[in-house]
């Protein structure tokens, strides 16, 4: 058949051909003038298909190319070269060995089985990219979806059962670009995190604590206070998150599970990804890059997702409270520390451009907004009942402070020092009749001591069946 008897159909299936055949470099932009059928600009699709031909190759099983992710990262987190020089190395592990011995003063959870790290910025992003990408993946998924539905709609009629067939490809086109622009944005973060539990959610592997020396140096370089004081406050505060998340094994789960319950309910906004394409100039790439980074494509959150954000706040700033207060303990000592901590806090409350840039794009900001109010909490905690009966609040989940508690820590305070006490808490009214209803029972009706046969209000008098019959 002559090119000029193909219809528009056949031309985007030998498009699809030469894409999968790896030509995509190869195509004649008059074969892609001939698919203005389709309203797609040639022009574009000519500069997509070269940039998009590298990740079809790593995910044309219809997945996402959390390799390219990784490579990005790592570009950028590798450009300057620099490693751990033996005198950093050495410097930290003291600081570490130090802080090790404090901490135990101030807290009764125990040591961590591995000793810490220093890592470079490349060690950091292999180390922590796993957790990133099950934070981010249910994002991806939404825009892979937004992008298949998209295809699917634009399409004429006559091309709805090839739009079908190539819904895999989309879903791979935009998780893949997904996966790029958050590899770049961990790259980005990987030359500001100062140690492994710098962003507040456990992204380190279980146990382990590390600190990276150039971004330490960089925070440093500002503050004004010996170098020695820093890396004993940074080692005593990376060590203090590892071990409560070591300590409280749940609690790993516990925060990543809500964070992904926020990133499912994200859902790309249609009408800005339609926009965007309409006057998509291919000239200018960085306007996709600048969209996804701004976070143009997520629409306002739902009241679901503001319920969920602010369930994981609250989460995130009851953690760093206790850390904040634990490592004030430990650190005391240190004639800057209360400087210290007022720079750590401010940094927390502020976050630099690629934590900035991670909240736009996947919609989440990590930064705990309550953490001053969590941490007046742990302390007046620790002031009534001591540190043992503090952390043993992070024994169970149901023993962990929730909001109300950081609203009015009084009432924990009150309850913690009556179990110190020996004392049961006052049941109410409302107490009993719920204890009721889980029993099945009336309410007003209070069951009665079992006897040994084990029926409840019966008499052990050796009565005959009639005195035992239920009233």
């Avoid at 004429?156 to 790029?180: C, I, K």
């Avoid at 590892?242 to 926020?262: E, G």
């Avoid at 990133?263 to 394409?277: F, I, K, N, P, S």
């Avoid at 996804?292 to 995130?316: H, K, Y």
């Amino acid at each position: 058949m002559a090119d000029d008897d193909r219809s528009p159909e056949d031309e985007f299936q030998e498009l699809i051909r030469q894409l999968f055949g790896g030509g995509a470099g190869d195509i004649d932009p008059e074969q892609l003038s001939r698919l203005s059928g389709m309203n797609i600009d040639p022009a574009m699709m000519q500069t997509v298909m070269q940039h998009l031909q590298g990740a079809f190759a790593g995910g044309a099983d219809g997945g996402i190319s959390w390799e390219l992710a990784q490579r990005q990262a790592l570009h950028i987190a590798n450009q300057d070269g620099l490693g751990v020089t033996a005198g950093q190395r050495t410097d930290l592990d003291q600081a570490f060995a130090l802080a090790t011995l404090w901490l135990s003063e101030a807290t009764t959870i125990s040591e961590l089985p591995n000793p810490p790290k220093t890592l470079t910025r490349g060690g950091w992003v292999e180390a922590t990219l796993p957790v990133w990408q099950q934070l981010a993946e249910p994002v991806a998924t939404s825009i892979a979806d937004a992008l298949t539905s998209a295809l699917s709609e634009q399409a004429p009629d006559d091309m709805q059962g090839l739009v079908a067939g190539a819904g895999r490809l989309m879903r791979t086109v935009g998780g893949s670009l997904f996966a790029s622009q958050l590899g770049q944005v961990v790259g980005n973060l990987s030359k500001e995190v100062v140690s492994g539990g710098d962003v507040g959610i456990p992204l380190m592997p279980d146990g382990e604590a590390a600190i990276l020396p150039q971004n330490f140096a960089d925070f440093g370089r500002d503050l004004e206070v010996p170098e020695d004081q820093l890396a004993l406050y940074v080692a005593t505060r990376e060590l203090a998150h590892a071990r409560l998340f070591r300590h409280a094994r749940w609690l790993r789960l516990h925060v990543i599970s809500q964070v992904t319950d926020f990133a499912r309910g994200v859902h790309v906004d249609t009408d800005a990804l339609e926009e965007l394409a309409s006057r998509f100039d291919p000239s200018e790439p960085e306007e996709l890059r600048r969209a996804l980074e701004s976070g143009a494509l997520l629409p306002a959150r739902s009241e679901a997702q503001n319920a969920a954000l602010a369930r994981l706040e609250n989460l995130l700033a009851t953690i760093e409270g206790w850390v904040d207060v634990v490592t004030a303990e430990a650190t005391s000592r240190l004639p800057s520390a209360d400087r210290i901590a007022e720079a750590v806090r401010r940094r927390r409350a502020v976050g630099g451009p690629a934590e900035r840039a991670l909240g736009s794009l996947v919609g989440l900001e990590l930064r705990p907004r309550r953490m001053r109010e969590a941490a007046a909490m742990w302390r007046a905690v620790t002031d009534a009942v001591g540190p043992a009966a503090r952390d043993a609040l992070w024994d169970y989940p149901d023993l962990m402070p929730g909001a109300d508690d950081i609203d009015d820590p009084a009432t924990l305070v009150a309850r913690l020092e009556a179990r110190a006490r020996g004392e049961e808490p006052a049941r109410d009214e409302f107490d009993d009749a719920l204890a009721q209803l889980l029993a099945g029972d009336e309410p007003g009706e209070r069951p009665g001591p079992p006897d040994s046969a084990g029926e409840p209000g019966e008499p052990d008098d050796g009565g005959t069946p009639d005195d035992h019959r239920p009233v």
